[in-house]
């Protein structure tokens, strides 16, 4: 036995199954309007709250267990110092100790303190955290930093008062 259905629907059913969409009335519109300027209001302002998703103690919690051992201030002292062979140390940018507005030598940008405890806002993005010793690792380097290199780097910076 062979069931067949036919693909032809009928003016009633396809009336069912996409009606029209009815105008807004103005005040309809005007509503809508309003909430979706409420909406993004809220975005914007809460937006740089939500950037703040960690804190430095947390990153360093983070990169030590992916390091497998603990973070070593006196071995991120000397990693932060060196020039590991190139032309630059993390210290050509960020000063030595990196407790003051430190200055990129190229571009001339000023960049804040890198220690915690004069910057409150380092380190309490994960993202931006990640992208930062991304590139500042390659440019002093010429590769990614490591996670023993991050802990080691990060117990430094938070150790400095």
Known sequence: M??????????????RLSPACPTPRPADHTRRLRGMAALVAALL???????????????LKRWTVEAGAPASVER??????SRHGGEWSCASCHNTPPT????????????????????????????KADKWF????????????????????????????
């Open 2 to 15: 062979t069931i067949r259905f036919s693909p032809i629907a009928t003016s009633a059913t396809s009336a």
């Open 45 to 59: 302002v809460g937006g740089p709250v939500l950037a703040a998703d960690t804190t430095p103690a947390d990153q």
């Open 76 to 81: 991120g002292k000397v990693f932060f110092n």
């Open 100 to 127: 003051t507005e430190g200055k990129h030598p190229n571009t001339g940008k000023v960049i804040p303190p890198l220690a915690p405890s004069f910057n409150a806002k380092t380190f309490t993005d994960v993202a």
């Open 134 to 161: 991304r590139r500042n690792c390659n440019d002093v380097l010429k590769r990614e930093c490591t996670a023993p290199e991050k802990a080691d780097v990060l117990a430094y910076l938070i150790n400095l008062k």
